[in-house]
Every structure is written in structure tokens, then in C-alpha cells.
């Protein structure tokens, strides 16, 4: 049962354009949701985060948006930089609870 | 900023042999440590969340006595694979968390280890 769930496995958007990281999740306890940058073969980096109790986060490029009646979040990454190209994951969690994260989206920013 | 370190960053085994990965907290004491696995192309996938102290709690379908988790200090937690069988080839990723309700800032993973069982 995957809880949270990023539909779009890759995603390609041009240099200096705007990148959106689509995700869902089911679960209506979730409290505080988490965006991470990963590479092949390393540990995820944190990007940016944003609490149940807000619908939106911004910090510098990255901005994060919360529909908590849609369960829906998403990434918006402008203007995209030939260093984002990466696999971005969701994840979230409740309380003091485990992190659980998105099933992952390549995003390849095109020079 | 804090730093989780793992230790070794690739490992190949034999098949039928045991490794252990090491994960530890450089400059805090992590109250909560967790291990994950990701497959190629995969997703996260918790495997166990262990307190210092205290047996660690299995995600359904890990199998505890193939994967054994220690975290008998604050600054440290291993997870070693027993027995280990090419199907168990993955990258392990450790995660820690200082305090109650740890948010983006007080989660910290470390660089992940890549495991081949050959």
C-alpha cells in the first residue's frame, strides 16, 4: 500500500524554466511533508519541508505547495538550473512517526 | 551542520557471509536511527527504527534475525546482514534524528552504503 505516491517517474523541463514535482498521499494523518534531491549512490538531501498547517513554503528557488483536501503536494523549482537534474522524492510523516517516502520523479533539466 | 557517516560506503561479499554497516552521528546523539533500502530505480524503503538502548522495530516483511540492527549507543547503530544471498544486493541508507518530532533540518541521513553480494 503506497502512501504516498509521485506519479510521474521522470520529468524533463528546459534550463530556466519552471520544474513542478507533482505528489499524493492517502493518508489524512500526515502532519509535515518533506521534499529531497537524491544522486546515485548517495544518501537524499533535504530541500525544502512544509508543516499540515500551512499551504505554502518558499525558500529562495524551491517552493512547496500543500492541498491538504486534494492530499496533494507539489515542487516548483524556478527558474531550473542544469545542477537540479536529479531524482526528487516526497516523503511524509506524523508526529514523531516514521518518514514515508514517494516512489521518486528524474527530473532532467534540458541546457 | 550535524553529520551521519557510513561506514563502508561499498561493500562486496561472499554469498553465505555476513557484513555489518555502520552508521554514527559525528557531532550529536541520536535518540532514533533508521535503515532503509533502496532498490535500483526504487523508492526508500524502511526496513527498521531502532532506539538507543531498546531492540529495534522490524517494518513488516524484514526479516530481524537476517537483518540485525544494534544501537547500544547515541552516537552509533550497525545493521548487519547475515547470511547474505545476492538478492540482498542494495544500497543501504541510515537516517538519525535528535529530540521529539524531528522536522527537515533535524533529519539527517548519511551517504548510504552499497552492498553486492556476489
Known amino acids: 500500500d503506497q502512501q504516498v505516491k509521485q506519479n510521474s517517474p521522470s520529468l524533463s523541463v528546459q534550463e530556466g524554466r519552471i520544474s513542478i514535482l507533482n505528489c499524493d498521499y492517502t493518508n489524512s494523518m500526515f502532519d509535515y511533508f518533506l521534499w529531497y534531491k537524491k544522486y546515485p549512490a548517495e544518501g537524499p538531501t533535504f530541500l525544502i519541508s512544509?508543516?499540515?498547517?500551512?499551504d505554502k513554503n518558499e525558500d529562495g528557488r524551491f517552493t512547496v505547495f500543500l492541498n491538504k483536501s486534494a492530499k496533494h503536494l507539489s515542487l516548483h523549482i524556478v527558474p531550473s538550473q542544469p545542477g537540479d537534474s536529479a531524482v526528487y522524492f516526497c516523503?511524509?510523516?506524523?508526529?514523531?512517526?516514521?518518514?514515508?517516502f514517494g516512489t521518486g520523479t528524474r527530473l532532467t533539466i534540458i541546457p | 551542520g550535524a553529520v551521519v557517516s557510513q561506514h563502508p560506503s561499498w561493500v562486496i561479499c561472499k554469498s553465505g557471509t555476513s557484513v555489518k554497516i555502520e552508521c554514527r552521528s559525528l557531532d550529536f546523539q541520536a535518540t532514533t536511527m533508521f535503515w532503509y533500502r533502496q532498490f535500483p530505480k526504487q523508492s526508500l524503503m524502511l526496513m527498521a527504527t531502532s532506539n538507543e538502548g531498546s531492540k529495534a522495530t522490524y517494518e513488516q516483511g524484514v526479516e530481524k534475525d537476517k537483518f540485525l540492527i544494534n544501537h547500544a549507543s547515541l552516537t552509533l547503530s550497525t545493521l548487519t546482514v547475515t547470511s547474505a544471498h545476492p538478492e540482498d544486493s542494495s544500497f543501504y541508507i541510515c537516517s538519525a534524528t535528535q529530540g521529539a518530532n524531528p522536522t527537515g533540518n533535524t533529519i539527517y541521513f548519511g551517504e548510504g552504503s552499497w552492498l553486492t553480494v556476489v
Open positions: 516523503a511524509a510523516k506524523f508526529g514523531n512517526e516514521k518518514l514515508t
Open positions: 512544509i508543516s499540515s498547517i500551512k
